[in-house]
Every structure is written in structure tokens, then in C-alpha cells.
């Protein structure tokens, strides 16, 4: 079956019964060959004519179109589901489905190059995930369409009651990400690796040593492996975390080890564990929800190396960066963004009372760090359009940032691939609730500093190696 192009989408519509069985002759060796001479920039598979399917069938297909997503450098995803398709798909990847999910192909087609020279969309967008909600709305808005987020289910029920005043619906609607094998997540300046099942020799292979080691150099410091669906682990497990534990003593770094029951691993592992300077907690709340720890575990500061400068291929993308975040901010606010000024220099903040900051890390073709330094009031402004909260709480605030800075890293991932065809991938975001904290650790490094005026606020982007 070779797929149909249209607004420079790929589409294969496959109809009946999807299992193990019949999978591989739907999209056969000559239609991969096909399509690997095609100039799209996303590749769907229909399932509105499909019937019924199976994990199996979604994996053999699921597979195909991450060798389309390597080799093109293109979205990939499924089209035309409803609730139940969108729901048993996500439910077959854990709710971690690195490939996209539209409810529709005129939904997919939104979500392809810039609608800046055609009309204007409102669109109503709801996910159950509030980062899917977040991402789809950055998306569109990046598109020139204006995004209406619906922050509950019962909010989203509310504005249906009004859905004359959008133009379509968003949702079923996913956005797929590259993602390390082994899941994470920031919370409260901690990076959190999930693990499941019995841990052996393929946690080497499983785990991102790269994106590791490049969220230690953003001064990530707390790494915590949640093992609670964890059933045991073997002596190559073992060698795994005392290596990893070891590498991070010269950045300082703790790593904790979250719920595992040693009913079935050897309680000699854990002495061992112990010895290499790794902690044991019962549960996640015991380290998160303990203020005076996570001070302790995060607290200090190590400063970036000076060894590196700034390059020319990092300046010549300089606008690439500017774009996105300026975008996001604009979106968030309502207010046009204007360049003040720009200056290779070290980080100069010459009024550090009520500012929020937060950094990102990028590595692959590019590696560096981009900064960011905002009013109170901004990081406000995002709990409102992310949360919905008209008066967040300080964790609250810096969860947003941290969501918000997150996904202009998205963003700025998605420009230089798509515009220049330079491939990076970026750490989780860390946030500071004071300046210093943030120029001690950037210490005397130069890079690009822009100030930036958002109507009577002002920002600071900071772009460094």
C-alpha cells in the first residue's frame, strides 16, 4: 500500500482487522522504500477504516514508523482515532508513546510548517496530560494560530457548551517525543529515572549516559531512581549505580534509590550501595516533601567549567533561540516582546530582587546552556495560562517554569531541525528562586546575554556553553 501525499503528509489508510498476523503485509518492503524517497514532513497511519487491533499489530506498525522518523528526520504518528483507539494506543505504550496521535488528519495538517501567511485559527485544546496540554498549545501558537487551553475536564465541558466560538477541537490529540529509554522527570530541582522489572545487565543499555552527564553540567545534583515496580536486581545492576555513583562524586552529586523491596535482592547489595555513597528512601515524598533534605541534596553550586567558548555555529543560531523563547513568552503574556540590547559578556543582572531563573541544557550537533531571567510577576503569568492559578504557591511557580522553560527547549529542538537541520537534544530544566544561586554557578563564563522588554516587564536570555 503506498501512501497518499498531501500538504506534504504521508498517509497510509489501512482498513479491517490489525493484529500480529497481518501487520507486516499492510505497509510492505516496497512502500518502506517508497516512502523513504519522499519529501514530507510527517508520515501517519489512518486508522478510521481499521476495525480492530491489537498490541502486536500497533507495535509491527509503531516500528515502521520510528524507522521513518530516523531516517527522515520527520513526525510520525496515527490519525483519525476516537476516544477508544486514542486511549487503548496510549494505554499499549504506558502512556509513553514516543510517536504522535491526531484525532484527525485536518488536525495532523495543523500541526505542519507555518499557517503565519493563512487565517488564524481559535482552537480549543484538552489532554488529560497537563505537559501535552502545554505542548500542543506552544505548538499551534508557534503555527500563528490562537490556542485556547482548557485546564480541567470540567472547565474543557464549560467551553464546548460555547464551541461556535472555536474553529475545531483539539483532542485525542498526542505529540510524540524522542525520549531517553529509561523515563525521567524533574521534580523540585531533582531528576527522577523511573525503573521497572528485573534490573540487569540491559540497564547499561537502557540508560542515557549523554543526557546524564549533560544534566550533571546544568548543575542537576539530586538523581533519584524510583525502583518501586522494581521485582530484584543482579550483580550486573549492582556495578551499574556504583559506576554511576562514582562518575557523579566530582560533581557532587547524590543519588537516592527509591522503594525497592529486598525481599528477592540480596541485602548485601544494598550494604555495598550504601558503602558507594547511595541513599535508600521508602518513598519519593520522603525525599520531595522534606524541605530541609532537598535543600541539603540540592543546595550547593558548582560552576560550569570555563574551558569552553561559545561558537560561531551557536551565534549564527542565535535568532533560532531568540524565536522560540520570545514566541513562548509572548504567548504567555499577550504582549509583543523588544530587543533592548546584546552583548557577548558574562551574565550582567544589575536588579536581582524578585526574579525567577531557570536553565536548559542542549547537546548533540550544539551543546550548551540557555538561561533565562524573569519578574516574579512572568513566572506568575505562566501559572495562569499552564495551571490555571490565579495565586500560585512557590513550588506550584517553579514546577510551571520548569514546564514552561521545558517546552521552549521543545521548541528550540524542533527550529534547528526543522530550519537549519541541526540535531540536538536537551536536558530537563532546573529552576532558582534567587539570582545568585544562578551567577555563582555561571561564575565568570562569557556568552550571549539579550535583554529583552515584554510591555512594562522585562526579561534576560543568557546563551552559554
Given at each position: 500500500?503506498?501512501?497518499?501525499?498531501?500538504?506534504?503528509?504521508a498517509?497510509?489508510?489501512l482498513?479491517?482487522?490489525l493484529d500480529?498476523?497481518n501487520?507486516p503485509?499492510?505497509i510492505?518492503?516496497?512502500?518502506i522504500?517508497?516512502?523513504?524517497?519522499?519529501?514530507?514532513?510527517?508520515?501517519?497511519?489512518?486508522?478510521?477504516?481499521?476495525?480492530?487491533?491489537?498490541?502486536?499489530?500497533?507495535?509491527?506498525?509503531?516500528?515502521?514508523?520510528?524507522?521513518?522518523?530516523?531516517?527522515?528526520?520527520?513526525?510520525?504518528?496515527?490519525?483519525?482515532?476516537?476516544?477508544?483507539?486514542?486511549?487503548?494506543?496510549?494505554?499499549?505504550n504506558?502512556?509513553?508513546?514516543?510517536?504522535?496521535?491526531?484525532?484527525?488528519?485536518?488536525?495532523?495538517y495543523?500541526?505542519?510548517?507555518?499557517?503565519?501567511?493563512?487565517?488564524?485559527?481559535?482552537?480549543?485544546?484538552?489532554?488529560?496530560?497537563?505537559?501535552?496540554?502545554?505542548?500542543?498549545?506552544?505548538?499551534?501558537?508557534?503555527?500563528?494560530?490562537?490556542?485556547?487551553?482548557?485546564?480541567?475536564?470540567?472547565?474543557?465541558?464549560?467551553?464546548?457548551?460555547e464551541?461556535?466560538?472555536?474553529?475545531?477541537?483539539?483532542?485525542?490529540?498526542?505529540?510524540?517525543?524522542?525520549?531517553?529509554k529509561?523515563?525521567s522527570?524533574?521534580?523540585?530541582?531533582?531528576?527522577?529515572?523511573?525503573?521497572?522489572?528485573?534490573?540487569?545487565?540491559e540497564?547499561?543499555?537502557?540508560?542515557d549516559?549523554?543526557?546524564?552527564?549533560?544534566?550533571?553540567?546544568?548543575?542537576?545534583?539530586?538523581?533519584?531512581?524510583?525502583?518501586?515496580q522494581v521485582?530484584?536486581?543482579?550483580?550486573?545492576a549492582?556495578?551499574?549505580?556504583?559506576?554511576?555513583?562514582?562518575?557523579?562524586?566530582?560533581?557532587?552529586?547524590?543519588i537516592?534509590?527509591v522503594?525497592?523491596?529486598?525481599?528477592?535482592?540480596?541485602?548485601?547489595?544494598?550494604?555495598?550501595?550504601?558503602?558507594?555513597?547511595?541513599?535508600?528512601f521508602?518513598m519519593?515524598?520522603?525525599?520531595?516533601?522534606?524541605?530541609e533534605?532537598?535543600?541539603?541534596l540540592?543546595?550547593?553550586?558548582?560552576?560550569?567549567?570555563?574551558?569552553?567558548s561559545?561558537?560561531?555555529?551557536?551565534?549564527?543560531?542565535?535568532?533560532n533561540?531568540?524565536?522560540a523563547?520570545?514566541?513562548?513568552?509572548?504567548m504567555?503574556?499577550?504582549?509583543?516582546?523588544?530587543?533592548t540590547?546584546?552583548?557577548?559578556?558574562?551574565?550582567?543582572?544589575?536588579?536581582?530582587?524578585?526574579?525567577?531563573?531557570?536553565?536548559?541544557?542542549?547537546?548533540?550537533?550544539?551543546?550548551?546552556?540557555?538561561?533565562?531571567?524573569?519578574?516574579?510577576?512572568i513566572?506568575?503569568?505562566?501559572?495562569?495560562?499552564l495551571?490555571?492559578?490565579?495565586?500560585?504557591?512557590d513550588?506550584?511557580?517553579?514546577?510551571?517554569?520548569?514546564?514552561?522553560?521545558?517546552?521552549?527547549g521543545?521548541?528550540?529542538?524542533?527550529?534547528?531541525?526543522e530550519?537549519?537541520?541541526?540535531h540536538?537534544?536537551?536536558?530537563?530544566?532546573?529552576?532558582?528562586?534567587?539570582?545568585?544561586?544562578?551567577?555563582?554557578?555561571?561564575?565568570?563564563?562569557?556568552?550571549?546575554q539579550?535583554?529583552l522588554?515584554?510591555?512594562e516587564?522585562?526579561f534576560?536570555?543568557?546563551?552559554?556553553r
Amino acid at each position: 500500500m503506498r501512501a497518499v501525499v498531501k500538504n506534504r503528509v504521508a498517509v497510509f489508510s489501512l482498513q479491517g482487522f490489525l493484529d500480529g498476523t497481518n501487520a507486516p503485509f499492510f505497509i510492505s518492503l516496497d512502500d518502506i522504500k517508497h516512502t523513504y524517497n519522499l519529501k514530507v514532513d510527517m508520515i501517519l497511519i489512518s486508522l478510521k477504516r481499521v476495525v480492530y487491533f491489537n498490541v502486536n499489530g500497533l507495535q509491527i506498525l509503531s516500528e515502521i514508523l520510528l524507522d521513518f522518523r530516523k531516517k527522515l528526520k520527520c513526525t510520525v504518528g496515527f490519525c483519525d482515532v476516537d476516544k477508544s483507539k486514542f486511549e487503548t494506543i496510549l494505554r499499549f505504550n504506558k502512556d509513553d508513546a514516543s510517536f504522535s496521535i491526531f484525532k484527525t488528519l485536518e488536525l495532523a495538517y495543523l500541526f505542519v510548517g507555518s499557517n503565519k501567511e493563512e487565517k488564524t485559527l481559535n482552537l480549543l485544546i484538552w489532554n488529560e496530560d497537563s505537559s501535552q496540554r502545554n505542548s500542543l498549545a506552544i505548538d499551534l501558537f508557534e503555527r500563528g494560530h490562537n490556542p485556547v487551553v482548557a485546564q480541567t475536564k470540567t472547565d474543557f465541558e464549560a467551553k464546548l457548551r460555547e464551541k461556535d466560538k472555536y474553529d475545531d477541537i483539539v483532542e485525542y490529540t498526542h505529540l510524540g517525543f524522542y525520549g531517553n529509554k529509561i523515563a525521567s522527570r524533574v521534580t523540585g530541582n531533582a531528576i527522577v529515572y523511573t525503573v521497572k522489572g528485573f534490573l540487569d545487565a540491559e540497564l547499561t543499555n537502557q540508560f542515557d549516559f549523554t543526557y546524564h552527564t549533560n544534566s550533571l553540567n546544568v548543575n542537576f545534583q539530586l538523581f533519584i531512581f524510583d525502583a518501586t515496580q522494581v521485582v530484584s536486581m543482579n550483580v550486573h545492576a549492582l556495578n551499574f549505580f556504583s559506576k554511576l555513583a562514582s562518575s557523579g562524586a566530582e560533581y557532587d552529586a547524590t543519588i537516592c534509590i527509591v522503594g525497592l523491596d529486598f525481599a528477592k535482592t540480596p541485602i548485601k547489595y544494598k550494604e555495598e550501595l550504601e558503602d558507594a555513597g547511595i541513599l535508600f528512601f521508602d518513598m519519593l515524598g520522603d525525599i520531595l516533601k522534606n524541605s530541609e533534605l532537598m535543600q541539603e541534596l540540592t543546595g550547593s553550586s558548582n560552576r560550569i567549567s570555563n574551558k569552553r567558548s561559545i561558537t560561531k555555529l551557536m551565534v549564527n543560531n542565535l535568532p533560532n533561540f531568540i524565536e522560540a523563547t520570545v514566541s513562548s513568552f509572548e504567548m504567555m503574556t499577550n504582549a509583543k516582546a523588544q530587543k533592548t540590547a546584546a552583548s557577548l559578556t558574562v551574565l550582567n543582572i544589575e536588579k536581582k530582587e524578585d526574579l525567577f531563573c531557570s536553565s536548559i541544557g542542549f547537546y548533540g550537533d550544539l551543546d550548551g546552556i540557555v538561561m533565562l531571567i524573569f519578574p516574579v510577576k512572568i513566572a506568575h503569568q505562566a501559572c495562569t495560562l499552564l495551571l490555571g492559578e490565579e495565586n500560585p504557591s512557590d513550588e506550584d511557580t517553579l514546577d510551571t517554569i520548569a514546564e514552561f522553560v521545558n517546552i521552549i527547549g521543545g521548541r528550540v529542538k524542533a527550529i534547528l531541525s526543522e530550519n537549519e537541520d541541526i540535531h540536538v537534544d536537551i536536558t530537563l530544566p532546573r529552576t532558582y528562586t534567587d539570582i545568585d544561586t544562578l551567577l555563582e554557578m555561571v561564575a565568570d563564563k562569557k556568552g550571549v546575554q539579550v535583554d529583552l522588554s515584554l510591555g512594562e516587564q522585562s526579561f534576560t536570555f543568557f546563551l552559554t556553553r
